[in-house]
C-alpha cells in the first residue's frame, strides 16, 4: 500500500486469505476469543462489587461466530478490493521464484526490480513422539472450532499458548499447558509470575520444565506422557510451540535466495545477503514475530527501495501478552540490563496495589518495573491491567531518551492506571529525597532562614 501510494508499480501475490496470520489466524482471533473469555469471566467474578454472580452459559458455536464478525470487520482493510482501487496488481496463488529477477505466479511470469517476500509463518512442529500419529490443532485450525473442547491440552508456554489457555479456559474448557521451559520465559521472570499465577487461579493447569515423551491416541482423544510420569488426557491437542518461516513454496534456491530454518538470511537493512533485488520482512525474515514488527520492516524497506534512503530495522519492538492481567514488555528486560550495564542499573518498581483506579476496579495485582541507567529508562516491563496500553509511555520515553526526572514531573489525570508510570519514576528520586541526611539538614536550615 506504502510502495503504490508513492508511486512504485506493485504486484501484490497472496496464496491464501488477503490479510494474512493476524487477521484470518492469529492476533485477531485470538483477541476476539480473548474478549469473549473476558466477558465470561466478569460475569462469574461480580460478587466482589455487590452483583449476584452468575455462570454464564457458554454458546460456543456463537464465540465462534463473535470471531468471524471481528474478522469481516477488518477484513476490507486488507482486502483484494482496497489493494486493487490503490492501483495495486493483486494475483491470488502462490508464488515461486524461477530466476533471481523472477517469479512464476499460476502459470504466469513476473520479472521486477525488487521483491519483498512477507510470506510469514506457521507453527512449528516439534520433534515430540507420537505427534505425527494424533490429531491436534493449530492457530490454523483452531479458531474453526464450533465445539468446545472439553479438555485441550496445550503443547507450548508462550504467548500463544498462554492466550488461548486463558480464553478457552474462561470459555468453560479444561485446559492443561505443558512447557518444555518456562512459561511466557522471553518475559522478565516477576511478571510473568503475575500472570501465571492469575491464571493458576482460575484453573489452567500449567506444567513447566516437562517435555512430552509420548503421545497417542485414546478414544477420549489425546493422551500425554510426560517426563515426570505423569499421564495427562485430553479431547484436544493445540501445538503452540513456535513458529517456522513460511519459505516452502517459495523455491528460494531458484531465485538465489539464502535462508536458514529461521527464515530468510538478511541483515538490519532486511536485504538479502545473496541476492540484492531482494527484501524479506516480517515474520519470515527470522527476527521477532508481531504485526508491529512486520509493519516497521516495511517501512525500512520502502525508505531503502522507494527513496534510496539508508534505513535499518528496530534491534527490539515492544510485545504484550494479552492475558488478564496483560503483560508488557519494551527495551531491556531486568536480566538484559544487569549484563548490559551491572552496578550503573537503577530498578524502579512500583505495585499496582498502590494506584487508587486499579483498587477501584479490584485489579490491584500486578507490577511496574522500569530500568534506568545514567537518569534515562532502558526498559520497562509491566504486568497488571491494561499493560499494553500502560507500556506505550515507556516506548515513548525510551525512543525519545527522555529523563526519568521528565516522567516523575509529568502531571496525570487521577485516578489512572497511568499514574504508575509516575509513581515508578517518582522512586528514582525517593529514596534521594526522603531517606537522605543531608536533604533533611537543608529543609532544616531552610525553614530556621526563610521568614
Ligand atoms: C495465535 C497468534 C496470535 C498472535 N497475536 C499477535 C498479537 O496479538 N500481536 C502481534 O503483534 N502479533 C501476533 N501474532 C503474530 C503475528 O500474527 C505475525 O507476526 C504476523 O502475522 C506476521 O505478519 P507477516 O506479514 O510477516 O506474515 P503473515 O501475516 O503470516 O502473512 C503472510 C502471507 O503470505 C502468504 N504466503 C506465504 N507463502 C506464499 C507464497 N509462496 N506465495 C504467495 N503468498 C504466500 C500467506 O498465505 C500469508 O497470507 C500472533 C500469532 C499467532 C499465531
Ligand atoms: N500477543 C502477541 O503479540 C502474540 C500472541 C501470540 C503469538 N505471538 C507471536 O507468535 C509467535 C509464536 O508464538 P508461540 O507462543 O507459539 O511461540 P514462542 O516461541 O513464543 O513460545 C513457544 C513456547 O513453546 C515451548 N516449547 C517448544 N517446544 C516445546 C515442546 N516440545 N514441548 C513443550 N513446550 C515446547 C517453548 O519453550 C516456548 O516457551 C511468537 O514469536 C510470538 O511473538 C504474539
Not at 259 to 271: H, I, N, P, Q, Y
Not at 335 to 357: I, Q, S, W, Y
Amino acid at each position: 500500500a506504502g510502495a503504490v501510494q508513492m508511486g512504485a508499480s506493485v504486484v501484490l501475490v497472496e496464496g491464501a486469505e488477503m490479510g494474512g496470520d493476524c487477521l484470518n489466524t492469529g492476533c485477531v482471533p485470538s483477541k476476539a476469543l480473548l474478549a469473549a473469555g473476558k466477558a465470561a469471566e466478569a460475569m462469574r467474578q461480580a460478587g466482589p462489587f455487590g452483583i449476584t454472580p452468575v455462570q454464564p452459559e457458554i454458546d460456543f458455536a456463537a464465540v465462534k461466530d463473535h470471531l468471524g464478525r471481528v474478522i469481516s470487520g477488518i477484513a476490507p482493510h486488507d482486502s483484494q478490493g482496497r489493494f486493487e482501487a490503490l492501483g495495486v496488481t493483486v494475483l491470488r496463488d502462490w508464488a515461486r521464484f524461477i530466476s533471481p529477477r523472477e517469479l512464476e505466479v499460476g502459470g504466469q511470469t513476473i520479472r521486477a526490480r525488487r521483491f519483498v517476500i512477507a510470506t510469514g509463518s506457521h507453527a512449528a512442529l516439534p520433534p515430540v513422539p507420537g505427534l505425527a500419529a494424533v490429531p491436534y490443532l493449530t492457530n490454523e485450525t483452531i479458531f474453526g472450532l464450533r465445539d468446545r473442547p472439553v479438555h485441550l491440552l496445550i503443547l507450548g508456554g508462550g504467548p500463544a499458548g498462554m492466550e488461548l489457555a486463558q480464553a478457552y479456559r474462561r470459555l468453560g474448557s479444561r485446559v492443561t499447558v505443558i512447557e518444555a521451559a518456562r512459561a511466557l520465559g522471553r518475559d522478565d521472570p516477576d511478571c510473568a509470575a503475575v500472570v501465571l499465577e492469575a491464571l493458576r487461579g482460575e484453573g489452567v493447569d500449567i506444567r513447566e520444565g516437562q517435555d512430552v515423551v509420548r503421545l497417542r491416541v485414546i478414544p477420549e482423544g489425546v493422551e500425554a506422557v510426560l517426563a515426570d510420569g505423569a499421564v495427562l488426557t485430553g479431547s484436544h491437542l493445540l501445538v503452540a510451540a513456535g513458529r517456522i518461516p513460511a519459505l516452502e513454496r517459495l523455491d528460494l534456491a531458484a531465485g538465489g535466495v539464502a535462508c536458514t530454518d529461521k527464515g530468510v538470511t538478511v541483515g538490519a537493512t532486511l536485504r538479502s545477503v545473496s541476492n540484492r533485488r531482494v527484501y524479506a520482512i516480517g515474520d519470515a525474515a527470522g527476527g521477532p514475530q508481531f504485526t508491529h514488527a512486520a509493519a516497521a520492516h516495511a517501512g525500512v524497506v520502502i525508505r531503502q527501495v522507494l527513496l534510496g534512503l539508508p534505513a535499518k530495522s528496530a534491534p527490539r519492538v515492544p510485545w504484550v501478552t494479552y492475558t488478564e492481567p496483560e503483560l508488557a514488555q519494551v527495551g531491556l528486560t531486568e536480566t538484559e540490563a544487569r549484563a548490559a550495564f551491572g552496578d550503573r542499573l537503577h530498578v524502579l518498581r512500583t505495585g499496582f496495589a498502590g494506584n487508587d483506579r486499579a483498587r477501584a476496579e479490584l485489579k490491584a495485582e500486578g507490577l511496574v518495573k522500569v530500568m534506568v541507567v545514567r537518569g534515562r529508562p532502558v526498559g520497562a516491563s509491566i504486568a497488571g491491567p491494561q499493560a499494553g496500553e500502560l507500556i506505550g509511555l515507556w516506548a515513548l520515553a525510551i525512543a525519545a531518551r527522555i529523563r526519568i526526572g521528565t516522567v516523575a514531573g509529568l502531571i496525570l489525570p487521577y485516578p489512572t492506571l497511568g499514574e504508575t508510570a509516575k509513581r515508578a519514576a517518582g522512586a528514582y528520586f525517593s529514596a534521594k529525597l526522603f531517606d537522605n541526611p543531608a536533604v533533611k539538614r537543608v529543609v532544616r536550615l531552610v525553614q530556621r532562614l526563610v521568614p
